[in-house]
């Protein structure tokens, strides 16, 4: 489970938003939605700036299964 900063959200809030959205995720969309966003791109290797990134779920999807650096 995720550790909170107490920033935005607590840690009671960040589970719930993961129950439903899925680890990582505290909004919808979740693997397959980002796989679909990105659909044709060569990330390979990228640098990406995600804005806003939660607990940075996208972040680690995109370096993990799609090659983000």
């Known amino acids: 489970m995720h550790q909170s900063d107490g920033a935005e959200y607590g840690d009671a809030m960040v589970e719930a938003l993961e129950l439903v959205w899925g680890s990582g ?3 919808p969309g979740g693997p397959d939605e ?13 640098a990406i700036l995600d804005i806003g990134c939660g607990v ?5 999807l995109l370096a993990q299964t799609h090659g983000a650096g």
Not at 34 to 46: K, N, P, Q, T
Not at 56 to 60: C, E, K, M
């Open 34 to 46: 980002v796989a679909r966003v990105v659909s044709g791109l060569d990330l390979e290797g990228a």
């Open 56 to 60: 940075g779920g996208i972040d680690f």
């Open 25 to 27: 995720f505290l909004s």
